[in-house]
């Protein structure tokens, strides 16, 4: 989710590893967390924030900002799979 890793990842594979963003609003990701019941899981909506902000102080904005390809996940499991598939293909 950081540099460090995106470094390691491109001098494992070389100039065609390809950094993929997936975004989603706060907005959606905030209930789908939450619908998980994982034990990590936000307790409140300033604890999901703090999260995030914890995230980009970890470099995650600048990963997301250099990532050659967005995909944005904002809609069903089932709309996401596709959208994928269909990146796949168009960069394959």
Do not use: C, K
Request: charged share 30%; glycine share 10%; proline share 4%.
């Amino acid at each position: 989710r950081g540099m460090s890793e995106v470094r390691v990842f491109r001098e494992a594979f070389g100039p065609q590893a390809m950094l993929m963003a997936v975004h989603s609003a706060p907005s959606t990701r905030y209930p789908r967390l939450i619908s998980r019941g994982r034990s990590d899981a936000p307790r409140g909506l300033e604890e999901f924030e703090e999260r995030d902000r914890r995230e980009l102080g970890w470099g995650l904005g600048e990963t997301i900002a250099l990532a050659e390809v967005m995909l944005v996940n904002e809609g069903t499991l089932e709309e996401f799979r596709e959208a994928s598939a269909a990146l796949l293909r168009r960069l394959g």
